[in-house]
């Protein structure tokens, strides 16, 4: 079964400074997707960034971007330029690309906290 | 983007009574849906997943007769929380998802608390 692992129950950042959220996985699967999600303390789940485990090249959305190692299964996500919203509890999540409905597996989150 | 609500977003209900909470995806129809559970500063467990017209699937160690999930059309899905106790005081989440996408992306409901006193 596939698991999902991130280390930094907490982390902290300098409003404007840069912040990297790591996440390891562990799958037999080669084709999958790996998603990071926000939830902030409104508790409503946002979609950050998604990878497609084919593509080599990194994903980027704006301030946002992964370092994706398939051969070490890491997918961290860095944060430039931090700002006060981006207070909030990450996720990282697997999802099977076959044979499943499209399940999430989920990290424990990390909290991170953006101090101005 | 896509929009998925649910209803209540707050629901506060005596000790051995039933709650009904519903998922609606509100601009597309979503052929699958995910019920979640998340605890206080923990992540979200899956509970179920179902389908249109079909029975849910739940995960191990889910009781299938104390929460009942419906999925009787493309936009609804229900979980009811029968005989409801104390410690089923939980932050339940919806998501849905619909096929065809690339990425058969899940969107999340805004969650429902259930306080069961």
């Known amino acids: 079964a596939q698991t999902v692992t991130q280390s930094q129950p907490e982390m902290s950042v300098q409003e404007a400074e840069t912040v990297t959220l790591s996440c390891t996985y562990d799958t037999s699967e080669s084709d999958y997707y790996l998603f990071w999600y926000k939830q902030p303390p409104s508790r409503q789940m946002i979609l950050v960034i998604r990878q497609e485990a084919y593509k080599q090249q990194n994903a980027t959305e704006n301030r946002f971007s992964v370092n994706f190692q398939k051969a070490a299964k890491s997918f961290s996500l860095k944060i430039s330029d931090s700002q006060l919203g981006d207070a909030a509890m990450y996720f990282c999540?697997?999802?099977?690309?076959?044979?499943?409905?499209?399940?999430?597996?989920f990290g424990k989150g990390t909290k991170l906290s953006v101090k101005p | 983007g896509a929009v998925v609500s649910q209803h209540p977003s707050w629901v506060i209900c005596k000790s051995g009574t039933s709650v009904k909470i519903e998922c609606r995806s509100l601009d597309f129809q979503a052929t699958t849906m995910f019920w979640y559970r998340q605890f206080p500063k923990q992540s979200l467990m899956l509970m179920a997943t179902?389908?249109?017209?079909?029975?849910?699937?739940?995960e191990q160690g889910v009781e299938k007769d104390k929460f009942l999930i419906n999925h009787a059309s493309l936009t609804l899905s229900t979980l009811t929380v029968t005989s409801a106790h104390p410690e089923d005081s939980s932050f339940y989440i919806c998501?849905?998802?619909?096929?065809?996408?690339?990425?058969?992306?899940?969107?999340f409901g805004p969650g429902t608390r259930l306080t069961v006193l």
């Open positions: 179902s389908n249109e017209g079909s029975k849910a699937t739940y």
């Open positions: 999540a697997y999802r099977s690309e076959k044979g499943s409905q499209g399940n999430l597996i």
């Open positions: 998501s849905a998802s619909t096929s065809g996408g690339v990425f058969n992306e899940q969107f």
